[in-house]
């Protein structure tokens, strides 16, 4: 999709070639960003995980490349689209926003400007000061959202230990399948917690440790997203506003 980051020009260019021209850009942009859109959509909900938090980041130049021309061509349509899809409050959007906010910056020297980027940094600093206004942490609180997808039982003793503040550990005897099914569970999620198998009796104990980097994390969230938030309001008046302390 790295061409969508180069699509502006195109569409310059036939714009410039009269009212067909710009029909012919108007059709282009529209295709471009329901490809775009229906590859994007997936990705933007679910649990916060190294792939999910990576992938968003690659795409900022082509929405910015896509805003871009669709502000030039005049495409409200698209404009409002774009804008429609950054105001979904998650950190996945955020991270996809803010990419292609900083990304206009970088394309051209009036990328960045009209109502479709406004739109998008006013919705991504709301979301950012909403996220930072939650109560931080407690140091006693051990508590982890569970992941979603399984409703079996082995899973419901999952989520119930995870949901647990005080719980940090558990001992939990179980058959090697139930064992492969929550370590890969814990895995997939990419959960702070540690999973190791005590091979004593029958059946086998599979030894599960919440860690540390349960509040590492956190904390480095709660930094990226005020740098985000800080970055955004210092680059524009639409996200600008009082920062949270």
């Given at each position: 999709?790295?061409?969508?980051?180069?699509?502006?020009?195109?569409?310059?260019?036939?714009?410039?070639?009269?009212?067909?021209?710009?029909?012919?850009?108007?059709?282009?942009?529209?295709?471009?960003?329901?490809?775009?859109?229906?590859?994007?959509?997936?990705?933007?909900?679910?649990?916060?995980?190294?792939?999910?938090?990576?992938?968003?980041?690659?795409?900022?130049?082509?929405?910015?490349?896509?805003?871009?021309?669709?502000?030039?061509?005049?495409?409200?349509?698209?404009?409002?689209?774009?804008?429609?899809?950054?105001?979904?409050?998650?950190?996945?959007?955020?991270?996809?926003?803010?990419?292609?906010?900083?990304?206009?910056?970088?394309?051209?020297?009036?990328?960045?400007?009209?109502p479709g980027f406004d739109g998008l940094a006013a919705g991504c600093a709301e979301h950012l000061r909403a996220a930072l206004a939650r109560p931080r942490r407690a140091r006693g609180d051990w508590s982890?959202?569970?992941?979603?997808?399984?409703?079996?039982?082995?899973?419901?003793?999952?989520?119930?230990?995870?949901?647990?503040?005080?719980?940090?550990?558990?001992?939990?005897?179980?058959?090697?399948?139930?064992?492969?099914?929550?370590?890969?569970?814990?895995?997939?999620?990419?959960?702070?917690?540690?999973?190791?198998?005590?091979r004593q009796g029958r059946p086998y104990t599979l030894v599960l440790a919440k860690t540390e980097a349960l509040f590492d994390t956190e904390r480095l969230t709660r930094e990226h997203r005020q740098a985000?938030?800080?970055?955004?309001?210092?680059?524009?008046?639409?996200?600008?506003?009082?920062?949270?302390?």
């Amino acid at each position: 999709m790295d061409w969508l980051g180069r699509i502006a020009p195109l569409c310059a260019a036939l714009v410039a070639t009269g009212s067909d021209g710009r029909a012919t850009a108007h059709r282009v942009l529209e295709h471009a960003w329901d490809l775009f859109a229906d590859k994007v959509r997936p990705w933007l909900t679910g649990p916060s995980t190294s792939s999910r938090d990576t992938w968003p980041i690659g795409l900022g130049r082509p929405l910015a490349g896509i805003l871009t021309a669709a502000t030039e061509t005049e495409s409200a349509g698209v404009i409002d689209e774009a804008v429609r899809l950054g105001r979904n409050t998650t950190d996945q959007t955020a991270l996809l926003v803010v990419s292609a906010l900083r990304a206009a910056k970088e394309i051209s020297a009036s990328s960045g400007q009209g109502p479709g980027f406004d739109g998008l940094a006013a919705g991504c600093a709301e979301h950012l000061r909403a996220a930072l206004a939650r109560p931080r942490r407690a140091r006693g609180d051990w508590s982890i959202e569970p992941p979603v997808g399984c409703d079996c039982q082995l899973c419901e003793t999952l989520a119930a230990f995870l949901r647990d503040q005080a719980s940090r550990s558990l001992e939990w005897p179980l058959a090697k399948a139930g064992r492969a099914h929550i370590r890969s569970r814990i895995d997939a999620a990419e959960l702070p917690v540690r999973h190791q198998t005590r091979r004593q009796g029958r059946p086998y104990t599979l030894v599960l440790a919440k860690t540390e980097a349960l509040f590492d994390t956190e904390r480095l969230t709660r930094e990226h997203r005020q740098a985000d938030l800080t970055w955004i309001t210092e680059n524009w008046t639409a996200g600008s506003d009082v920062l949270p302390n």
